[in-house]
Nanobody
Framework: QVQVVESGGGSVQAGGSLRLSCAAS????????MGWYRQAPGKQRESVAA???????NYQDSVKGRFTISRDNAKNTVYLQMNTLKPEDTAVYYC????????????????WGQGTQVTVSS
């Protein structure tokens, strides 16, 4: 089995910063894409940022220039550095990790963490 655990959420004032971490563990042969999503009350879950195994990144337009996604392959961990936070960034942030559990690439599937709350006050 694969476990995904996020950490680093909290409450900050507008303009502040937070760094989220997400670590995957368990039956991992390789990790493909890793990404951060968020879900605000009454809204659908949306993609925030993603990073491929090769390090290519993409971001939702609203966070470009403020958020940075990175990964440490040795630790099976992905990070989200969030700067210049805005009240509209308030949401539960979820990590998704695409894990291949053995040599068969068809075993690759996404695993979700439990989420971490980020609250930005004005």
């Amino acid at each position: 089995q694969v476990q995904v655990v996020e950490s680093g959420g909290g409450s900050v004032q507008a303009g502040g910063s937070l760094r989220l971490s997400c670590a995957a563990s368990g039956s991992i042969f390789s990790i493909n894409g890793m990404g951060w999503y968020r879900q605000a009350p009454g809204k659908q879950r949306e993609s925030v940022a993603a990073i491929t195994s090769g390090g290519s990144t993409n971001y939702q337009d609203s966070v470009k220039g403020r958020f940075t996604i990175s990964r440490d392959n040795a630790k099976n961990t992905v990070y989200l550095q969030m700067n210049t936070l805005k009240p509209e960034d308030t949401a539960v942030y979820y990590c998704n990790v695409v894990v291949q559990t053995n040599r068969n690439r068809y075993t690759a599937r996404g695993y979700w963490g439990q989420g971490t709350q980020v609250t930005v006050s004005s």
